[in-house]
Every structure is written in structure tokens, then in C-alpha cells.
């Protein structure tokens, strides 16, 4: 699959030029564009029918877009790696944002062993001399912090600088600032400390086991007692449902699947820890933290090192102290009674 990216040109439409242009040399692939203004796939009768920005993601998540053009909205909101091939069409002076553009590819999931990255420049301009006549001696792509910050920090002023001189000047100036990179470049490498290679030497901390996931989290959605009876939750598709608390003037679409969000974080929003809907959730059964009279089957209890639910039972008491012991009380809920100690406070 081929992703290209262009950079949005003040003179004409480089995206209508690109698409028209690849989909008439590629008559049998599937061709498609995606932009800030939505997106867009060409159909068997060579028009370009308008689709919404999820479809396109979905679209080519599985397969059915072989070619994809792309303003840098999708190098912020779009994940590319279903994607071996990436065009740099008009590359752009700043080489983070070639890096952001490559990261949407190389990132976890990618399903080929080997991706592609084609950097198109116009001959005898500034880009392509930063980029091609030095990039690789000063391994510009690999400074993108640490000592080469300074180089790229002088770019865009520079860049701007020489591309707005008389033509008969840019010759000499390119010339100069090449030379000016070069320098810097050295200066950099000769100062001494050099922390890009310190962390690489570092080991990366293991990453612990999320304490919930978001199956576990659907699970215990699914489960009419562990739900606040407040709650309206019908499910719409697949991990996906329609809620609403009392107080909100419509229902919200959850995702309890981080895919399908990625898919459509447009108008869906992600019912775990952060989400704004998931938070007022957990802040609504939690309640009030002092303790309410009346009887209940489930209480809250903050007085150990982390905070447990205990759960009243057909087995007697059982504190559940992770999500899963949680379930499994409540699948035993037994009939509501008074709280067994004064200072629990009743969630449900």
C-alpha cells in the first residue's frame, strides 16, 4: 500500500493534480485522498465520491485504499501502518515533521518487514540541498534532539531567507550555508557530552501490566449490577454503545476498543481512564465520600493502602481489591443489607 504526502501549495491544488494524476496511471488500484476538509475515494465511474474521514481510516485499515494522498492531517490523526510506502511529495524544510510523517508508518502493528521512505525535492533549492547533500553526512534525521538542535533550529529563518533572493544570488548563499551547517555540525560534535548516545545506552524501563483493560472494562459494563442505575447503556455495534448520564442533554457513542476509537474519534469517545465520560462515570458512583445511609450490596472502603470495594455476597462479605474479584462478587451479589462497618461508603 502507497501513502503519499504533499505539501499544501499557495498556487494550485497539488492534490487534485496528485489524485487525477495516480488515478489515471493506476486504473486498477484503489485510490483515495484524505485532508482537513474530509475525505475523499474514486469509484468505478472515475468520479470522486466524498466519504467521511473515519471511512477513509477504516477503508484503509482493511485493505480496500492501495493508494492514499494526504495533506499533514493524517500526519497527526491518521495511523499509517498498513501502509509499506511513504512519498514525500514537495518536502517540506523541517525535517520533525518528516519524522512525524514516518512515525504514522513505522510505528507498533506495521505488518511489513521492510517500509519505504521516497523524498521528492526540487533540484537546486534549499530542501534539497539540507536534505540530500548533507542529510546523510551529518545524519540530520538522527539530530532531531540533542546536539544537531541548534542546525535545526537555524532553518526555517535561513531557508526563508535565501529562497526570497534574486536568482542570480541563491547560487553563492546556498553555497554559504551549506558551509554554515557543516560548521555547526562540527562544533556540535567535537563539545563533548554527547546525550543521544547516552540514551541509547540507557535500558528502557519495563512497562507494567495495566492494572484494567478495556475487555475487562466491557465485561463489567455488560453486567447489569456493576452498572450505576442511573446509567442508560444500549449497545449499538460491536464495542460500541450508546450512554447517557442524568444531567447530560444527549447520549454520547462509547468505545470500549481501542480500534475502533482510532476508527472514529470523531464522534466517538473512549470509555476508559482519561476520557471525559468514563471520569464523570467513575465520579458519579463514587458519590458523595461520606457515608450514605440505607442498605446496599456494594460500599467503598479507602481505610487500607488502596482503596477496595467490598461486596455483600450469597458466599458472605468479599473485599475485591482488582476488577476481576469485582466481577465475580457481583455475579454473587446477595439481597441489600446495612453497611457491616460505619465508615464504608455505599456505591450501590
Given at each position: ?8 501549495c ?9 489524485k ?46 492501495d ?26 524544510w ?14 507498533i ?5 521492510k ?78 557530552f554527547d ?135 457481583l ?17 450501590a
Open positions: 500500500m502507497l501513502k503519499v504526502f504533499y505539501e499544501p499557495l498556487e494550485c491544488d497539488t492534490m487534485d493534480y496528485l487525477e494524476h495516480l488515478a489515471a496511471h493506476f486504473p486498477n488500484r484503489n485510490v483515495g485522498c484524505y485532508a482537513g476538509a474530509g475525505g475523499q475515494r474514486h469509484d468505478l465511474s472515475g468520479q470522486w465520491v466524498p466519504v467521511p474521514k473515519e471511512q477513509i481510516k477504516r477503508d484503509l485499515r482493511l485493505g480496500k485504499i493508494i492514499l494522498v494526504c495533506t499533514d492531517a493524517a500526519g497527526e490523526g491518521l495511523n499509517l501502518q498498513t501502509c509499506g510506502v511513504l512519498v514525500n511529495y514537495d518536502l517540506p523541517n525535517p520533525m515533521k518528516v519524522e512525524q510523517r514516518i512515525g504514522r508508518i513505522d510505528r502493528g506495521q505488518k511489513y518487514p517500509i519505504r521512505i521516497y523524498n521528492l525535492a526540487y533540484k537546486k533549492s534549499v530542501e534539497a540541498d539540507v536534505y540530500f547533500a548533507v542529510g546523510a553526512r551529518i545524519r540530520l534525521f538522527e539530530g532531531i534532539v540533542g546536539k544537531l538542535q541548534p542546525i535545526l533550529s537555524r532553518l526555517p529563518k535561513r531557508i526563508e531567507e535565501i529562497s526570497l533572493m534574486r536568482p542570480e544570488d541563491q547560487e553563492d548563499a546556498r553555497h554559504r550555508f551549506l558551509e554554515e551547517i557543516g560548521q555547526i555540525e562540527r562544533e556540535a560534535r567535537d563539545a563533548g546525550i543521544d548516545a547516552a540514551a541509547e545506552m540507557l535500558e528502557p524501563p519495563r512497562k507494567p501490566k495495566p492494572s484494567v483493560t478495556l475487555e475487562q472494562i466491557e465485561h463489567m459494563m455488560q453486567d447489569a449490577k456493576a452498572r450505576l442505575p442511573q446509567l442508560s447503556w444500549d449497545t449499538l455495534d460491536a464495542h460500541t454503545y450508546q450512554a447517557l448520564l442524568p444531567g447530560m442533554q444527549q447520549a454520547v457513542r462509547v468505545a470500549v476498543s481501542g480500534e475502533i476509537f482510532d476508527d472514529h474519534a470523531d464522534s466517538h469517545t473512549l470509555f476508559s481512564y482519561g476520557g471525559a465520560f468514563f471520569e464523570r462515570t467513575l465520579a458519579d458512583s463514587l458519590g458523595n465520600t461520606d457515608p450514605q445511609p440505607g442498605p446496599g450490596i456494594c460500599w467503598l472502603d479507602k481505610k487500607g493502602r488502596y482503596p477496595a470495594i467490598v461486596v455483600n455476597t450469597l458466599d458472605g462479605l468479599k473485599r475485591a481489591e482488582t476488577l476481576s474479584d469485582l466481577r465475580a462478587a455475579r454473587r451479589a446477595a439481597e441489600p443489607v446495612d453497611a457491616p462497618e460505619p465508615d464504608l461508603v455505599r456505591i
